[in-house]
């Protein structure tokens, strides 16, 4: 197989179903770790309408978004199937599928109020020194 890069973001459930698939596939690639926050030259060349992460780079050729990854990795590397071949658990597969993506956004966003709340608490403990250990009196 030609060379396989993987542009994504360690927290993004969308990279880690992809690298899942290519983990299960046995292909082997190249995880390249992006800052959501300032893009690389390498996301905006790959992805340059969404801008975003996932993207797989096989061959020099970019293929964005997880899902449409997943069905390139099927039908690329069809051994090792990624869904039943039932087509009621193959329906179930896409379903829950599916359902990640729509609520993904909300897992994540819980994630980063969470991380923003703990910085802000920082930022005061920091402020009033109240971050540092006091002798008891």
């Given at each position: 197989m030609e060379e396989v890069n993987l542009?994504?973001?360690w927290p993004s459930p969308y990279s880690?179903?992809?690298?899942?698939?290519?983990?299960?596939?046995?292909v082997d690639y190249d995880y390249i770790e992006e800052d959501v926050?300032?893009?690389s030259q390498m996301l905006?060349?790959?992805?340059?309408?969404r801008k975003k992460i996932s993207v797989l780079v096989h061959g020099?050729?970019?293929i964005p978004e997880s899902l449409v990854i997943l069905e390139y990795v099927e039908e690329t590397c069809p051994e090792?199937?990624?869904?039943?071949?039932?087509?009621y658990e193959r329906a179930l597969a896409r379903f829950w599928m599916q359902f990640g993506a729509e609520k993904?956004?909300?897992?994540g966003s819980f994630f980063i109020s969470i991380v923003e709340g703990e910085n802000a608490a920082k930022e005061v403990l920091s402020a009033?020194?109240?971050?540092?250990a006091r002798p008891w009196r």
């Open positions: 542009l994504g973001f880690h179903r992809v690298i899942w698939a290519l983990k299960l596939k046995g926050s300032n893009k905006l060349q790959y992805n340059p309408i020099g050729k970019p090792k199937p990624l869904l039943p071949k039932d087509p993904g956004p909300t897992f009033q020194n109240l971050g540092r």
